[in-house]
């Protein structure tokens, strides 16, 4: 309808109509920015526990490649995060485990679920050997299809020599 035919009231409600939408406009203007704020906090409170720590964080994808590598990995392993991204875990694992590691991988993938406690010896930069514990847990995508693996390794070289 033509603004000039329309009457007064109808101009009215579209005006409030017109005010409403503005209102809802700005609430979720608002919301977002709360949002952004929350997570913004979320990551930086992530970020202080990740560098208090001295587990090694990571995260592969479904092929086992490393997308994510926390920087205690110089620490635990005297590899800069860069060197480790792309690659396999069993790149960097000595002996048997780099044999077992990806059919673990594998069926882990086929039955995801948490995994604590999983033992195996690295070789460090350096080519000492460190015993390392790893607590894995699966990662999937908004379609609930697997996307990856999610773990904390904790380096237990000392312990372990302690045992022997």
Known sequence: MNDQKKTKQQLLDELLETR??????ER???DQQDIREALAKSK????????CMGDWIWEIDAQHLFTYCSPQVKTIL???????LGK???DFLTGKDAEILPSFLVKLAAEPRIFYGLEASQ???????RYLEINII???GLDGVLTGFRGVTRDVTKRKIMAM
């Open 138 to 140: 699966p990662l999937f």
């Open 20 to 25: 409403r939408n503005l209102q809802d406009t």
């Open 88 to 90: 396999h875990p069993a």
């Open 78 to 84: 005297g590899y800069e995060p860069e060197d480790i």
């Open 28 to 30: 979720i203007l608002a």
């Open 44 to 51: 930086q409170r992530y970020r202080e526990l990740e560098e």
């Open 123 to 129: 070789r460090h930069a350096d080519g000492s050997i």
